[in-house]
């Protein structure tokens, strides 16, 4: 896992993007770089990026809420639990399972337990698909997975 | 002391089966018993049932033993194991495999750089040599489409222009499939050495690889190899979890820094790809079969399979399903020999009901099409699709109407939005499949909703709208009781 997120600066933020302004198609892995850096994607560096970047504000935005992965505004818990939903772990018993995680930690896709430990999100596919239900957990993966195994992962 | 040489794999799946923790306990207990273990981390023979699977080289070959857990270590070592499987290359699963793509997968440290006798064979006979061998293979499009690459590749050697690029979509995304993510984690270099021969047969002279970011394993491993890797400049571009870039023209959209929106063709990549250059966009394993074509000749190649599917393709069991892995073979095996044969049918020993074949987006089969030849044209005569290979299998407690209803609402969520049948179709979709759920006026929403799956087909943009008819028209056709109310 990386070092905990770094608190938001207009300045933080203009170093990364400068990094990738000049990278053809830079755009996403600059967007990575600064989830990866701050944890999410804070919305003041927006303006930040679009400088950097010479786009509009607007489209900015735009990619930045097409894609799953990067999280507006959006800061997740300590830990993230991604957890399968496609079909392969559909067929041996995810759907009961994403039932009772989301029981568990009393939330639902998307959502950050009220201590702040856990953030829950679906998935759709780790190309785990013969060892199934999958997760994973902060980067890594988890196979054949049960009430009780997850239970144990989320316990520790 | 005693040498021992063995191998782990330590691909994300064995990681998954706590591949890590094996090889910690192995080494400990090698060192105890005053064996010097020689234990080098490669990738998956495929066989995931059996993982985290060791192989140990004896005076009669290597053996292998799986799966294991950490407490298995001390026995290995003392001879006493009861997870020894035998010589490995004699194990049955491996032997009536075509291994072309994965031959050297689970054999060889992914981070040091083989022979490139492909690419070698290529420099010696030129590029438009190159371009025939690979037209004359037959080899299509490894990604679902089954585009024939030969043709592909000499359109964008025709084109002039002062940049090209060869772009390869490592954006597996399709449930059920993980032959890309196994390839790259286990034999990275035959990637990158099918892209430079493509390079070389079309003139680009810079290559990207777009891994989703679900597979850091794999983004790692490729990485490393093509920081070692000279024959061409090949960057490594990371997804950012949307589905539809696996679309050619999204994957573009996505690696030039947009929104991940399909283009509508034409004009084709090959004329007008990224950044407007001509560029050849294929799949990890249309790439990875290149080198083989290249060192054995097409006529090799085109000596296996069936019908107008030449070569090998690597078929990816998942699901319930009790060998659970990777079978390369020509193609021609039909779907039951597949599922029942080689799958072992389900792992919970449950009968098997309905099996989906090629991703979210393929029809899902039930026993009686077991005759299906694997083969492009046999899947389509019956209204379904191989896809990208993928075979996950369900069993008799599958409800086929929460399947339909999840195609179309994994369709909304992954929607790039650009073309209405997509866009609002696959909404309606699920709101339709609902009524149908709740009993309302079932039979005129069913007519409803097989008028829609034809308008999604006919009018979407790409094959995200216009293929998830497929799942969803299957699952009406071949199991209505499903959805009587």
């Known amino acids: ?156 | 002391m005693k040498t021992m040489r063995a191998r782990l794999p330590k691909d994300a799946a064995s990681l998954a089966l706590c591949a890590d923790r094996v090889a910690a306990a192995l080494i400990a207990s090698a060192a105890k018993q005053g064996i010097d273990l020689q234990l080098a981390r490669t990738g998956s023979r495929g066989m995931f049932w059996l993982e985290p699977m060791l192989e140990v080289e004896t005076g009669e070959g290597w053996r292998a033993f799986g799966p294991l857990a950490p407490e298995d270590a001390d026995a290995i070592f003392s001879g006493t194991s009861t997870k020894a499987l035998g010589p490995i290359e004699e194990h049955p699963w491996l032997k009536r495999q075509t291994r072309l793509i994965f031959k050297r997968c689970g054999q060889i440290d992914p981070a040091t750089p083989p022979e490139f006798a492909g690419l070698k064979r290529a420099h010696e006979i030129g590029p438009a040599v190159v371009l025939e061998e690979v037209t004359k293979s037959g080899l299509r499009g490894r990604g679902g489409a089954g585009f024939p690459a030969g043709i592909k590749w000499k359109g964008c050697a025709d084109a002039s222009a002062p940049q090209k690029y060869i772009v390869c979509n490592a954006d597996e995304g399709d449930s059920g499939t993980f032959a890309d993510r196994m390839l790259m984690e286990g034999d990275p270099f035959l990637l990158l050495e099918g892209m430079a021969i493509a390079g070389f047969a079309t003139g680009a002279t810079k290559g990207y690889i777009y891994i989703r970011s679900e597979y850091p394993h794999a983004i790692a491993a490729m990485q490393k190899a093509a920081a070692q890797f000279d024959a061409l400049d090949i960057e490594i571009r990371v997804g950012a979890g949307s589905y539809v870039c696996g679309e050619e023209t999204a994957l573009l959209e996505s690696l030039e820094g947009r929104r991940g929106q399909v283009r509508a063709k034409p004009p084709l990549p090959v004329h007008h790809g990224l950044f407007g250059a001509p560029t050849v966009i294929n799949n990890v394993l249309t790439f990875a079969s290149v080198p083989a074509i290249l060192e054995h000749g097409a006529a090799f190649y085109t000596n296996l399979g069936m019908g107008r599917s030449r070569g090998t393709m690597p078929i990816q069991l998942a699901g319930d399903v009790k060998h659970g892995g990777l079978f390369e073979t020509a193609f021609g095996l039909t779907l039951g020999e597949i599922v029942n044969d080689i799958g072992g049918g389900t792992w919970s020993g449950r009968p098997v009901r309905a099996v989906q074949v090629g991703g979210p987006l393929g029809a899902y089969f039930p026993p009686s099409l077991f005759d299906t030849p694997f083969d492009y044209e046999a899947f389509a005569a019956r209204d379904g699709l191989i896809g990208h290979g993928g075979v996950v299998v369900f069993n008799d407690s599958v409800d086929m109407l929460a399947q339909a209803r999840f195609a179309m609402e994994f369709c909304a969520i992954e929607s790039c939005g650009k073309c209405t049948p997509c866009r609002i179709g696959s909404v309606r979709g699920q709101e339709t499949i609902d009524k149908i759920l709740r009993g309302q006026s079932v039979n005129d929403n069913l007519a409803l909703l097989r008028d829609l799956c034809d308008t999604m087909k006919s009018g979407s943009l790409c094959a995200l709208g216009g293929f998830v008819p497929y799942p969803v028209l299957s699952a009406l056709n071949h199991f209505p009781q499903d959805f009587a109310r």
């Not at chain 1, 507006?72 to 399972?97: F, I, M, Y």
């Open chain 1, 1 to 156: 896992m990386r070092a905990a997120p770094a608190s938001y600066s207009d300045g933080l933020a203009a170093g990364i993007v400068a990094r990738f302004a000049g990278v053809k198609g830079g755009l996403l892995p600059a967007l990575h770089e600064i989830q990866a850096t701050f944890g999410f994607i804070p919305r003041a560096a927006l303006k930040v990026i679009a400088k950097g970047f010479n786009i509009t504000e607007a489209e900015t935005y735009g990619v930045v809420t097409f894609y799953h992965d990067f999280r507006l505004d959006r800061p997740h818990g300590k830990h993230v639990l991604k957890l399968c939903r496609a079909e392969a772990c559909q067929a041996v018993g995810a759907n009961a399972l994403a039932a009772h995680v989301k029981q568990k930690l009393g939330v639902d896709w998307g959502g950050t337990t009220a201590d702040g430990e856990w953030t829950l999100e679906p998935v759709f596919c780790l190309g785990l698909c013969m060892i199934g239900p999958s997760a994973m957990i902060d980067g890594d993966v988890h196979g054949a997975l049960d009430a009780n195994a997850v239970d144990a992962l989320v316990q520790r």
